[in-house]
């Protein structure tokens, strides 16, 4: 608590431009004000203020140092009245986006429940398979799933996600079962668009390395849960995300082809624009995603849905 009231002391002199309007503010004696800014410049081993007989002028490192202060203090301030008689309460509107598919199953369905518990909180939910571009478009934070390219964005990884090649035993029995990811070249392949995400490719292992193929498609769709069902009806081989086709593999409807050249997992990430200044309904949504992902039952619930 000593280096937090340096620190609001500093800030009290610089704003109010005086060690003795510092001390009436606080209703404190200027000398005690006076030995908190030498024990602060002491402690840092830097000169924040010059002190004149008539005026206060802040040093450069004082500047620079006054910003990040005022932001410490702010950001304190409002970590303590968040919180309010033990619970935390957020408020305002968030505005999230995801993919369509992983958005409709995994995104949509905890919305109630977060809103339930924070009923200040409103919410607009975008479901898209293009990558939006959430600082331009004004969006607080997008769930992602799988590699996430360079940027200067923030991101939590909540979750791993592994991808599988899958196809209807009927058509595995028509077309032969693919030993070799090499072999997906006389198959009939189920796409995403180039217009989507994938842009990059299925991934495999190859020879101890991650290699990614593009397959020649018969068929391709912007919109995963399409490339899903034409799956389901036999019409060709997809490359899936674990939490779209277990239950269907679980239940025999579809079959996992290629294991042994699975690539390792990626993630489902929650990516933003900022760490700073963060809004706290923003870092709750997080928080709670991360907590509802992080349960190995979610999973094995959703699936049944």
């Known amino acids: 608590m000593d280096r937090l009231k340096q620190i609001e002391t500093f800030v009290a002199v610089a704003t ?79 505005r999230i986006t995801g993919p369509a598919g992983f958005g409709r199953r995994h995104v949509a369905p905890l919305v109630p429940a977060f809103l339930a518990e924070h009923p200040d909180v409103s919410l607009s939910l975008n479901l898209s398979d293009r990558v939006v571009d959430i600082v331009n478009e004004g969006f607080d934070c997008a769930v992602r799933v799988g590699d996430l390219p360079d940027s200067s964005l923030v991101s939590v990884r909540l979750a791993d996600n592994r991808r599988l090649c899958v196809a209807t035993p009927a058509y595995l029995q028509r077309a032969g079962v693919p030993s070799h990811p090499s072999e997906l070249a006389r198959h009939a392949c189920l796409t995403l668009s180039s217009d989507a995400s994938q842009t990059r490719g299925w991934a495999f292992v190859i020879d101890g390395n991650v290699s990614h193929l593009r397959p020649t498609a018969r068929l391709d769709c912007s919109d995963g849960q399409v490339l899903h069902e034409w799956c389901l ?16 593999i679980a239940a025999g409807r579809l079959v996992s082809v290629l294991d042994d050249f ?19 309904r923003v870092r709750l949504w997080i928080d709670f995603l991360k907590h509802s992902y992080g349960d190995p039952g979610y999973w094995v619930r959703a699936g049944r849905h």
Not at 233 to 248: F, K, N
Request: aromatic share 6%; glycine share 10%; net charge neutral.
């Open 233 to 248: 009806q036999g019409l060709g081989i997809a490359w899936r995300s674990t939490w779209e086709v277990q239950h269907d």
């Open 262 to 280: 699975a690539a390792p997992p990626n993630g489902i990430y929650a990516v933003f624009p900022s760490a700073r200044h963060l809004p706290l």
């Open 16 to 94: 109010r431009g005086s060690l003795t309007a510092a001390a009436q503010a606080e209703g404190v004696a200027p000398a005690i004000i006076g030995r908190r800014m030498d024990a602060l410049e002491a402690r840092l081993g830097v000169k924040l203020l010059v002190r004149t007989t008539r005026r206060i002028s802040l040093t450069h490192e004082g500047s620079a140092f006054l910003e990040d202060c005022q932001r410490l203090i702010t950001d304190f301030n409002n970590a303590e009245a968040s919180v309010s008689e033990g619970g935390v309460k957020a408020s305002g509107h968030l």
